[in-house]
T-cell receptor, first 111, second 116 residues
Framework: RKEVEQDPGPFNVPEGATVAFNCTYSNSASQSFFWYRQDCRKEPKLLMSVYSSGNEDGRFTAQLNRASQYISLLIRDSKLSDSATYLC????????????FGSGTRLQVQP | SAVISQKPSRDICQRGTSLTIQCQVDSQVTMMFWYRQQPGQSLTLIATANQGSEATYESGFVIDKFPISRPNLTFSTLTVSNLSPEDSSIYLCSEAPQGGVNTEAFFGQGTRLTVV
């Protein structure tokens, strides 16, 4: 079983649509959670951290459910520039401080 | 935020040769990480590079194939040895988040390796 699982997509949505991505993680002791964005042929960059209380940054809302070991990302009013791969990322805090990545969900926003 | 310069950005190498990738960080960091991203896949941790000690390798990765150097707190190299087509991948370096586990990790720009 993968440590962090995501639907690989692709999700093809029209501009202005709302799209949601889900992610599950296997290590219940995981400490911190993130969504990273990776554009084609680029390195990953942090989109937002995910907190237990849920958090919002503009059109983006992230939710964490520790009991279900589930993380979500909601994108409202999709823009063409949102087209990218979204990586669900977990820090298992085993002391090594490296990140564990999901396989990514590809989003393509179409005009 | 950390700035990590990684080079080369891409290379095409012959089977049986080796490629060394360099990462330079603009500040001192205690730990650096090397990841591999195979085509269509996510990032897989190869090893943790510690200054002053041997790198710590993840399951499935060995020092003979992926020797790592960490001569100081701002620099690391990863060598991919005895190349085969299966090594064609993107290799990325990263630094351990400086502000703790809840802060952003920064990555080098990646090295796209093609083995022919």
């Amino acid at each position: 079983r993968k440590e962090v699982e995501q639907d690989p997509g692709p999700f093809n949505v029209p501009e202005g649509a709302t799209v949601a991505f889900n992610c599950t993680y296997s290590n219940s002791a995981s400490q911190s959670f993130f969504w990273y964005r990776q554009d084609c042929r680029k390195e990953p960059k942090l989109l937002m951290s995910v907190y237990s209380s849920g958090n919002e940054d503009g059109r983006f809302t992230a939710q964490l459910n520790r009991a279900s070991q589930y993380i979500s990302l909601l994108i409202r009013d999709s823009k063409l520039s949102d087209s990218a791969t979204y990586l669900c990322v977990v820090n298992e805090d085993t002391g090594r401080r490296a990140l564990t990545f999901g396989s990514g969900t590809r989003l393509q926003v179409q005009p | 935020s950390a700035v990590i310069s990684q080079k080369p950005s891409r290379d095409i190498c012959q089977r049986g040769t080796s490629l060394t990738i360099q990462c330079q960080v603009d500040s001192q960091v205690t730990m650096m990480f090397w990841y591999r991203q195979q085509p269509g896949q996510s990032l897989t941790l190869i090893a943790t590079a510690n200054q002053g000690s041997e790198a710590t390798y993840e399951s499935g990765f060995v020092i003979d194939k992926f020797p790592i150097s960490r001569p100081n707190l701002t620099f690391s190299t990863l060598t991919v040895s005895n190349l085969s087509p299966e090594d064609s991948s993107i290799y990325l370096c990263s630094e351990a988040p400086q502000g703790g586990v809840n802060t952003e990790a920064f990555f080098g720009q990646g090295t796209r390796l093609t083995v022919v």
